[in-house]
């Protein structure tokens, strides 16, 4: 594991918004020319081998970013793949 997994940065929210940002505005583009976007949503390591992360503990805003990132997809009618299953 790397030590990104168990901190956020106090700019994770901002770039976290110009990230949707910017898929949104790919998303459009794509939609412009009867492109359907498709996104893959790769879990963090320290979530599937939660068995293997020790004594380290994944902060409170991390834990629920796969999920929310997966909702915000689909508000935006944004096919996206979930991962979570795999192991």
Do not use: C
């Amino acid at each position: 594991f790397s030590t990104e997994e168990f901190e956020y940065p106090k700019n994770a929210e901002q770039n976290l918004k110009s990230n949707l940002t910017y898929i949104e505005a790919v998303h459009k583009n794509l939609k412009e020319k009867n492109i359907k976007l498709m996104i893959v949503l790769v879990p963090n390591k320290s979530r599937i081998y939660q068995d293997f992360i020790g004594n380290n503990k994944i902060p409170f805003e991390r834990r629920e970013l796969y999920k929310s990132a997966y909702q915000w997809a689909e508000n935006q009618n944004i096919e996206a793949v979930d991962l979570t299953h795999l192991k």
